[in-house]
Nanobody, 125 residues
Framework: EVQLVESGGGSVQSGGSLRLSCTAS????????MGWYRQAPGSKCEVASV???????YYTDSVKGRFTLSRDNAKNTVYLQMNSLKPEDTAMYYC???????????????????WGQGTQVTVSS
């Protein structure tokens, strides 16, 4: 059974940092395309960052230079290091995974079949 468990969310002040973790079971993270998505109240779910099975990473423009996605194969976990956080980063963050996502679909939530329960990130000004 595929399972994704996120952790690491919390409340920080603007400019602060958090590291989110997504631990997978039922598959190996280096054999899957995985992404971090976020959804603020009243807003659509949007991609923050994706790592493909081959190791390539992608970031949406609003987080480039501030967020770093990495993978620890030994722990079967992916991480999202978030620095210089802004109030607009406030959202529920979800980990998503699938065995393969088309290159042009990396930012499309419906391309991922497996999702975690989410972890809340709140950034105050």
């Amino acid at each position: 059974e595929v399972q994704l468990v996120e952790s690491g969310g919390g409340s920080v002040q603007s400019g602060g940092s958090l590291r989110l973790s997504c631990t997978a079971s039922g598959f190996t993270v280096d054999d899957a395309d995985m992404g971090w998505y976020r959804q603020a109240p009243g807003s659509k779910c949007e991609v923050a960052s994706v790592i493909r099975s081959g190791g390539s990473t992608y970031y949406t423009d609003s987080v480039k230079g501030r967020f770093t996605l990495s993978r620890d194969n030994a722990k079967n976990t992916v991480y999202l290091q978030m620095n210089s956080l802004k109030p607009e980063d406030t959202a529920m963050y979800y980990c998503a995974a699938d065995s393969w996502v088309p290159p042009m679909g990396w930012a499309v939530p419906s391309r991922y079949n497996y999702w975690g329960q989410g972890t809340q990130v709140t950034v105050s000004s």
